[in-house]
Each structure stands twice: as structure tokens, then as C-alpha cells.
């Protein structure tokens, strides 16, 4: 069933439009947005839809198909942060940021569908507030532009739901372009779309979902923030970002711990990578990435400590098969890697995967290509 007719199911009446949102994998540049640095997303093809009509009464009338919990109604004046659970906060957030910016926001009916895996650090939650940003937008003449659309998303999530993360995920997901990565600067959020058009190179970007549950609200990504800006507070910085890789070494010798100068050296090289990468694909030496991509995966499992057995075991595998390089993606704690590959060993490499999960005794990945897609559209 379409999303429209499972709107018409839920509220007996069609739908006033259809807006979809994507997921988002990250090419490089890990937990840099927060530490007002550069990331490199693009927007894969599984999207979150929804489907939406506008009300005059101001109750928020929420439908997902993809959980059994029926209709939650809510009232728009009642909305306050942090008080709303589970999946409802995502797009109550967003209706709450709207209405707390002086948008006139009034009530809404909404029915949700959603080919983003959940939980596998593919941006489900920016997918689904993105999408209900679009749709809002659109329905009460807001005229908020693409970004301006990231930021109310971002805010949702930051302050309504309760999760301190930056702005690359909203920013992928409303703003991407097919057939591109998107080099954003978090800072400014100045953006520019850089092709990334593999199957013309004779290439091929895994996703390999292993299955394992992230959740960015339990804390530990906090932690990491909060360890980034007082690490930075003692440099005298504004953020981590304004430290220059030649300084490095000479800031690690004023840190006060070792788990302050792991988290700088992280986001120091990662923000590193992210130009050496840009530069590479700008230059069409799209092959000369895989090693920058293995770099930041040790750096995020050694500095950062956020991978896993099942995630090494990814890279490991799928480097050690022939592939040019292989990274964990998201926010960590399991979730999802990415591996690039050539078109022809592309099954070859899934294969020697699946057959080291098996062996290992995980659960079997999910193993699908990123295929650089468009950002939130009506569609």
C-alpha cells in the first residue's frame, strides 16, 4: 500500500500531498559537525514519507505505518520537549520548532511510511523530520528554504527529542543532490555539490547494515560532545575546527588526559580527510579515496572508540577481499560501514562478508549500494 492510500485508511479522506525525505550515509567526516567542521554526505534512495492535511483545530494527528501503536493525538499548544517518546517526538518536534520560531503553525494530520533502516546509522530520525518539515512548509506557505528547513529539523532533534547531534544528517537529507556528495561546512553552512558518479567510474558503494542497534540517545554521543568542547575550551578555541593539522601535536602536549587528545586528534585529521577527499574526487581520482576511508575508520575505532567487532570485522573482511577502502558511517555504536569497490568485485566482497558474519556467529548483514540520490521533495 502506497502512503496516500494509507493515509486515506487511517483518516477515511486523501491526503493534501506526499513528501518524502531521504536517508543519508556519510562519506567522510565524522562527528566533525558538531565541532563546526566539514562533512562529506550523500543521500541514499530509501526515503521516509508523509503523508499530510492540514487542520484548523490544532491537533497534531500522527499514523506510522511502520509501528502498531494507532493514531497518537496531540494537542500543537501542549507540545513541550523532552516529554514525548519514541518515534511521535520526531515529527511532534518538528511541529513544536515551527510553532516556537513564530511560524503559524496550525494542527495536522499525518501518515508515515519509511524505507530507511532504522537504527543503522542511515539518518532515519533526520529522514522523518525532514520530511514533516517539508510538508509543513509547503501546506501553510512557510516560503523556509531547504536549509533553513535542516535547521528547524535539526532543532527538533537537539531540543525537542533530547539528542545534542549537529546538522550534517538534517543538511543531507533536505539538501542533497542525485549523482552528488554534499561538502557542507558546518559552520557557515556553506555547501557545494561534488560529483560522485561511481557507476560511470565502473565503481560501486556498499552499505553493510550489521544489524547491531545504535542509539544516539543514550548518552554516549552526549559524552562525546561534551568531551570535544571542553577539550577545546582549554585550547582557547572556538570549536575543534579552528585548530590547523600543523598545530596538532603541540595542542595534544597542553591536554590534560589521554581521552581529551583522542578526541582532538580525531577531529582534527577527520576534518583533514574530508578536504584530501573532496580535492580527490574534484581532481576525477575517485579510486585514490579507498585509503582515506580505511584512515578514518581506525581513527574512529582507535581515537574516538566507537566501532565494533562487527563493524571492524566489515572492514577488515571486505579491505583484506579486494576492496579499495571501507569505513564505519553514522554516529557509531553499531549501525552501518561502507565499503567502495569495483563494479566486479562488488558480489564477490558482499560474499566474503556474509561468509565472516556467519563464521563469527552475527546476524547476516543487510548489504544494498549507496546510489547518490536527491534530498526532500513533494512528491
Known amino acids: 500500500m502506497n502512503t496516500a492510500a494509507g493515509f ?28 563546526d567542521g566539514f562533512v562529506l554526505p550523500l543521500a541514499l534512495p530509501h526515503t521516509t514519507e508523509a503523508a499530510v492535511s492540514p487542520r484548523d483545530d490544532g491537533r497534531l494527528r500522527l499514523h506510522s505505518g511502520e509501528v502498531s501503536t494507532g493514531v497518537h493525538d496531540l494537542g500543537a499548544d501542549d507540545l513541550v520537549p523532552r516529554r514525548t517518546r519514541e518515534w511521535v517526538a520526531y515529527p511532534a518536534g518538528v511541529v513544536w520548532a515551527l510553532r516556537d520560531a513564530g511560524h503559524a503553525i496550525g494542527g ?20 522523518l523530520e525532514c520530511a514533516v518539515a517539508f510538508a509543513l512548509n509547503d501546506l501553510f506557505a512557510l516560503g523556509l528554504s531547504a536549509p533553513q528547513l535542516a535547521r528547524v529539523a535539526q532543532r527538533a ?31 557557515d553552512l556553506g555547501q557545494r555539490q561534488v560529483p560522485f558518479d561511481l557507476a560511470a567510474d565502473g565503481l560501486r558503494l556498499l552499505v553493510v547494515d550489521t544489524r547491531v542497534k545504535h542509539d544516539l540517545g543514550d548518552g554516549a554521543y552526549a559524552r562525546l560532545r561534551s568531551g570535544c568542547e571542553a577539550a577545546a575550551a582549554h585550547l582557547g578555541l572556538p570549536a575543534l575546527r579552528d585548530l590547523a593539522p600543523g598545530d596538532l601535536e603541540a595542542a595534544l602536549a ?16 577527520e576534518n583533514e580527510r574530508v578536504t584530501r577527499v573532496v580535492a580527490l574526487l574534484d581532481a576525477g581520482e575517485v579510486r585514490g ?66 561468509s565472516a558474519f556467519d563464521t563469527a556467529g552475527f546476524r547476516a548483514p543487510r548489504i544494498f549500494p549507496a546510489i547518490p540520490s536527491r534530498g526532500a521533495r513533494r512528491l
Not at 180 to 185: P, R, T, V
Not at 257 to 269: F, P, Q, Y
Not at 310 to 338: K, N, P
Open 108 to 127: 495536522a494530520d499525518i501518515h508515515l511510511s519509511s524505507t530507511v533502516p532504522t537504527g543503522a546509522g542511515l539518518s532515519s530520525s533526520a529522514a
Open 8 to 35: 486515506a485508511q487511517v483518516y477515511a479522506a486523501p491526503p493534501a500531498g506526499v513528501w518524502a525525505a531521504p536517508g543519508r550515509v556519510n562519506l567522510i567526516g565524522e562527528h566533525t559537525d558538531y565541532n
Open 289 to 354: 579515496i579507498g585509503p582515506l576511508l580505511c584512515e578514518g575508520h581506525a581513527s574512529l575505532r582507535d581515537d574516538f572508540r566507537i566501532s565494533c567487532e562487527e563493524l571492524d570485522l566489515v572492514v577488515d573482511t571486505a579491505v583484506a577481499s579486494g576492496a579499495l577502502g571501507a569505513r564505519m558511517t553514522g554516529g557509531g555504536f553499531g549501525g552501518s560501514a561502507i565499503v567502495l569497490v569495483e563494479e566486479g568485485e562488488a558480489e564477490a566482497v558482499s560474499k566474503a562478508v556474509r
Open 157 to 187: 532533534e537537539n531540543e525537542f527529542v533530547g539528542v545534542p547531534c549537529g546538522v550534517m544528517d538534517q543538511t543531507a537529507s533536505a539538501c542533497c543532490s542525485g549523482g552528488h556528495a554534499l561538502f557542507l561546512d558546518t559552520r
Open 254 to 269: 597542553c591536554l590534560p588526559g589521554e581521552r581529551s587528545r583522542e578526541l582532538v586528534r580525531h577531529i582534527v585529521t
